[in-house]
């Protein structure tokens, strides 16, 4: 066992929020067990919101230990990305519960890393009234669009395809980002979405900032608007690049499982009401 280490910033805010030293403690590449890590999510009345640490190795083996009813009847504040997309989607699907793609723990202590005062604006309310400003230059497909907002990571979105625990994309938005996967790896995921029927009854598409995500060759190279193009025949959504969220600097906070409207004319994604 070894503890996490945090900067000084970080650390800082995880003592005021009484941050549970079972946390601190790491099996393998895991923190505590997945036994205690599920009880915590399903029921411990004791706990009001879920943080996580770092990305989240291992979530998807807490996704069969956890329950959703208990978790339903005891809802959480549940924050993180990348791993922690699984953890996203299964509450949703299975819990219906919305929850909050953002910034980690351990980055807190770097305002570089994340967008703070979005950061508590959207934990201090339900999401109503949020919204985020679109560049120009981003939007790849106009049009507009209404629907849930679902995603986080290709990688592990794609990895949930044909379990009980994929969310529903049927009339979403789907949001995906990513970090060291290079293009045809991205084009290879996409295409599993599509040859799976995830991606012909989508309402619009938010393509996050990815990082590290250029070929080491350029002679493979693929412009991902072509890669898109290529996966996205036959359908007439609007879909917007380069969003600001993921694994990037600045990250902003979006909310999971909640309506939002795509709308490339205002140049706009905002939360649409319940």
Excluded at 62 to 73: C, K, N, T, V
Excluded at 140 to 151: K, N, S, Y
Aim: glycine share 10%.
């Amino acid at each position: 066992m070894t503890s996490v280490e945090l900067n000084p910033a970080a650390r800082q805010i995880a003592t005021a929020w009484r941050w549970p030293p079972d946390s601190r403690r790491t099996r393998a590449v895991t923190a505590g067990t997945f036994t205690a890590s599920s009880a915590t999510i399903s029921a411990d009345p004791s706990v009001d919101a879920i943080f996580a640490i770092r990305g989240g190795y291992g979530a998807a083996q807490l996704l069969d230990r956890i329950d959703y009813a208990m978790l339903r009847r005891n809802p959480k504040i549940l924050l993180g990305y990348s791993d922690i997309t699984v953890l996203h989607a299964a509450v949703l699907r299975k819990a219906r519960l919305a929850s909050w793609h953002g910034p980690l723990i351990s980055e807190l202590g770097d305002p570089a890393l994340f967008d703070e005062e979005f950061l508590w604006k959207a934990l201090s309310g339900d999401g109503e009234g949020l919204s985020w400003p679109l560049a120009a230059s981003s939007i790849h497909r106009a049009g507009r669009g209404e629907g849930p907002l679902v995603g986080g990571c290709l990688s592990l979105l794609v990895g949930l395809v044909g379990t009980p625990y994929e969310p529903p994309l049927d009339g979403a938005i789907l949001f995906w980002e990513e970090v060291h996967e290079e293009p045809y790896r991205i084009d290879r995921m996409l295409g599993h979405l599509r040859l799976s029927g995830r991606l012909k009854n989508l309402r619009g598409m938010v393509v996050g900032r990815l990082v590290d995500c250029a070929a080491k060759d350029a002679a493979n190279d693929m412009p991902l608007g072509a890669i898109l193009d290529t996966h996205l025949a036959g359908t007439d959504f609007p879909v917007t690049l380069d969003f600001p969220a993921g694994h990037c600097a600045g990250k902003t906070t979006l909310p999971l499982g909640r309506p939002v409207r795509l709308d490339t004319a205002s140049l706009r994604l905002a939360v649409s009401g319940r």
